[in-house]
Each structure stands twice: as C-alpha cells, then as structure tokens.
C-alpha cells in the first residue's frame, strides 16, 4: 500500500515537471517574440523618422548627403542611430540608402532599409521604407 502512494506521488512530481517546463518555455517564446516586436518598432521608426527628414531637405544634394560611400552628413546621421540596433557595428548591418531620381523631374525616388542582427541568428533582420520625395 506504501509503495502505490509512493508511485502515485512520483508520477504527480513528473506530471507537475512537465507542465511547469510547458509553461516556462512558452514564457520564454513570448519574451523573445516580444523583444523582437520592439526592435522592429525602432528599426521601422528610425527608417521613417530619415525619410520623413529627407522629404524636406533640398531635393539636389540628397545624393551626398545620403551617400554611403562618402559618407555623407544625413547619411552619419542615420549610421549613427542605427548602431543602437542588435548587430549593427561600424562594418555590419549598416543601413541602406538609396536615392535615384523620381518619376518627375524635380522627385527622387529614396529607399531606406535598417538591418539588425540577434547575436544567436544567422541572417540579418530588415526593416525598409521607400517613397517618393519631391517639393512643392
């Protein structure tokens, strides 16, 4: 009789076990799931934030300010925020930024991608924006 209560005790221990690691590891999900959710909203920020600042710089010098080459002063800027993000350093998974002319003749067409790098994943992450600038 001492034996079954025994029995019956070590399979509610395990039953138990199971359940709490169950709950700890969909907890864990949810936090990385979560963690991503917020670098995703400051990726997305930072890249609408840069395109909502170009749509009112002077259309003829985007080329050398957004240039990433050179690097230009708008595009500093932009590098700069970025290395906030996961992953990003002064050699990896710096933003893109593109600025070719628009449909008209006084538009630019800007595309802006900001990539950020979990430590534990293989590729990087983008967030990308793109519009067409062009003043009034």
């Given at each position: ?6 029995i019956?005790?070590l ?37 609408a ?18 240039d ?12 700069t ?43 990087p ?12």
């Amino acid at each position: 009789m001492g034996g079954a209560l025994l029995i019956e005790a070590l399979v509610a221990v395990l039953v138990f076990s199971l359940a709490a690691t169950g709950v700890f590891s969909m907890l864990a999900n949810a936090l990385h799931a979560s963690g991503n959710a917020s670098i995703r909203a400051t990726a997305n920020a930072l890249a609408a934030s840069t395109l909502a600042r170009i749509s009112i710089e002077d259309l003829p010098t985007l080329y050398e300010r957004y240039d990433p080459d050179v690097p230009g002063p708008g595009y500093r800027t932009l590098a700069t925020m970025a290395k906030r993000l996961p992953g990003v350093t002064d050699t990896h998974n710096l933003p893109l930024v593109t600025v070719v002319d628009g449909p008209s003749a006084g538009s630019r067409r800007v595309s802006i991608t900001v990539l950020w790098q979990l430590p534990h994943e293989a590729t990087p992450h983008r967030a990308q924006l793109s519009s067409v600038v062009a003043h009034r």
